[in-house]
């Protein structure tokens, strides 16, 4: 048995990049995010029967991400894959990468092999599986806020830290999950990404800082058109108050440069999950 963490990661904004690249390792996009303090731990415990049977926060669940780690990295092998999640699966905060990291730990663990192999087996996952098309890549770079200039995972792709930092976040869920894989494979939608996310892309990097990285991230989730009433009401009625906040990608959800008390003040009682941003790298946690 062997058990592993690593933090999530929220998306601000994104250029996704096409499907037609054949390498994987090239596949994934531009942008800019934050890594969290909340996140996956995954537990590998073999099994006798050869089966990989992923529960995740107490059910069983069919997982193409968790699956493809492990065809990859112990293949023909059984596994109980146990999945705690820090925050909601679904709601933009990079779980589906996170538990791929942890999970890909945990047999790297048995098998030797070092995060190069963790990395690129999670990244191709995430990918395969319909997971984030960035946040392996990002979760990669050990920096609080990780820009992504160019898509794909390191040294394919390229991930620069900003140097921007927050003692404290707060995520708030809105509404119900969203599928990144569905949302993407919507030709209009993903043009429409694609050009607000090469706009957020340029004015973020002229001039990068925490309150720009809220305007750029507002902006691109308006002209990408993939806010949701209750993100879009909620980022307006924190913003009448003095809290700066923004979508995540892609999820009903946002996340506020506030307390949880200052957030629930003004939206009511909504799911809400304290955290603050970090560039610990994934571990191990226990060994039996």
């Known amino acids: 048995m062997v058990s592993a963490f690593c933090p999530g990661h929220i998306t601000c904004f994104f250029q996704p990049s096409g499907a037609e690249q054949a390498d994987l390792l090239r596949r994934g996009s531009r942008g800019a995010g934050i890594r969290i303090s909340l996140g996956a731990e995954v537990t ?31 293949p023909g092998r059984g596994y109980d894959v146990i999945v705690s999640n820090g925050v909601p699966c679904g709601a933009g905060f990079g779980m589906s990468a996170s538990g791929a990291i942890a999970a890909a730990m945990c047999a790297a663990d048995i098998t030797a092999e070092g995060m190069p192999a963790v990395y690129r087996t999670a990244h191709r996952a995430d990918i395969v599986g319909g997971g984030g098309l960035g946040d392996v890549s990002a979760l990669s770079c050990l920096v609080h806020q990780p820009l992504r200039l160019e898509p794909g995972l390191p040294p394919r792709g390229r991930v620069v830290g900003t140097g921007i930092e927050f003692g404290r976040l707060t995520l708030a ?10 949302v993407l494979g919507d030709p209009e939608v993903f043009a429409s990404i694609s050009a607000a996310g090469a706009e957020a892309m340029d004015g973020f990097g002229r001039s990068p800082g925490k309150g720009e990285l809220f305007a750029v991230s ?15 009401d909620a980022i307006a009625r924190l913003g009448r108050n003095g809290i700066m906040s923004a979508m995540c990608m892609l999820g009903n959800s946002i996340f ?6 200052e957030v629930r003040e003004v939206l009511g009682d909504v799911d809400t999950y304290s955290c603050r941003s970090t560039d610990e790298p994934p571990r191990i946690t226990q060994r039996a």
């Open 256 to 261: 506020a440069d506030a307390s949880e008390d």
């Open 44 to 74: 590998l415990e073999e099994r006798s029967d050869g089966r990989v049977v992923t529960v995740a926060d107490g059910t069983e669940i069919s997982a193409p991400v968790t699956e493809y780690v492990m065809s990859q990295m112990l």
């Open 173 to 182: 869920v809105l509404g119900p999950k969203l599928n990144t894989g569905t």
């Open 218 to 232: 507002n902006r691109f989730s308006r002209k990408a058109g993939v806010e949701s009433p209750e993100v879009s």
